[in-house]
């Protein structure tokens, strides 16, 4: 008997700074063979995907004709429904993710119940709000994450309004963290946690969370 289709929930920022074209694309197109995706934004509403180029375009033309590609809101979201959690690279999560509730809550039940959880970029910021059951902690004290650099972000034109510099609040509140050079592909796993540092690493962080998944999938094949 085959096993169930694994099911991804897709995390976007409905924030005007938007989502990265190619991150999500890529992402996107990694994970619909294998994975059912469902994509969330705040009270479902619709994403902005930014920097698209000639070729992905086209790829969006016809992904937004499908009805698929329209968001539920992260309200409605039944996080024990899925398997995977995926943020791609986004600068908008600085501005709604990192605040949302339910966002919050969606991030605690997967590091709870240690589900697969892939952020990428800015989309790092996805994890910031969520705190563990006595509140006193971020849930990913003591794991290792990448995230943007300071150094890497001083060079954007975004970095005099970002309201949380992503590689402080990860040091600050008790986790580790790396980075490579600037614009540098990067990806850390740390248990069943992926980050990476900036859109270049979405394919590298994207192919560790499919491993992760259908490594979690075999242990249960061969326990039955
Ligand atoms: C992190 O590690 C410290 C020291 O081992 C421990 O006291 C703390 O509870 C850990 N935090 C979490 C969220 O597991």
């Given at each position: 008997m085959s096993a169930p289709r694994p099911s991804c929930l897709v995390v976007l920022s409905s924030a005007i700074e938007g989502?990265?074209?190619?991150?999500?694309?890529?992402?996107?197109?990694?994970?619909?063979?294998?994975?059912?995706?469902?994509?969330?934004?705040?009270?479902?509403?619709?994403?902005?995907?930014?920097?698209?180029?000639?070729?992905?375009?086209?790829?969006f033309n016809e992904f937004r004709s499908k009805s698929s590609s329209m968001p539920i809101g992260l309200d409605t979201v039944d996080p024990v429904r899925y398997t995977a959690l995926l943020v791609p690279a986004t600068g908008g999560a600085l501005h709604d993710l990192i605040s949302d509730?339910?966002?919050?809550?969606?991030?605690?039940?997967?590091?709870?119940?240690?589900?697969?959880?892939?952020?990428?970029?800015?989309?790092?910021?996805?994890?910031?709000?969520?705190?563990?059951?006595?509140?006193?902690?971020?849930?990913?004290?003591?794991?290792?994450?990448?995230?943007?650099?300071?150094?890497?972000?001083?060079?954007?034109?975004?970095?005099?309004?970002?309201?949380?510099?992503?590689?402080?609040?990860?040091?600050?509140?008790?986790?580790?963290?790396?980075?490579s050079e600037p614009d540098g592909v990067h990806v850390v796993i740390d248990r069943h946690v992926v980050t990476g540092q900036n859109t270049q690493s979405s394919l590298i962080a994207v192919q560790n969370l499919i491993l992760i998944c259908s490594q979690k999938q075999g242990k249960v094949a061969s326990m039955r």
């Open positions: 989502v990265s074209a190619q991150s999500f694309v890529q992402a996107y197109t990694l994970l619909s063979p294998s994975f059912t995706l469902q994509l969330a934004s705040p009270q479902g509403r619709v994403v902005e995907f930014i920097n698209q180029d000639e070729t992905n375009r086209r790829w509730k339910d966002m919050a809550q969606i991030v605690s039940h997967f590091i709870l119940e240690k589900k697969p959880v892939c952020a990428i970029g800015l989309g790092v910021a996805a994890l910031c709000g969520a705190k563990t059951a006595d509140k006193k902690a971020w849930v990913l004290e003591n794991y290792s994450l990448t995230a943007p650099s300071v150094y890497e972000l001083a060079r954007t034109p975004d970095f005099s309004s970002m309201p949380v510099i992503l590689e402080d609040f990860v040091k600050d509140n008790g986790a580790r963290y790396s980075c």
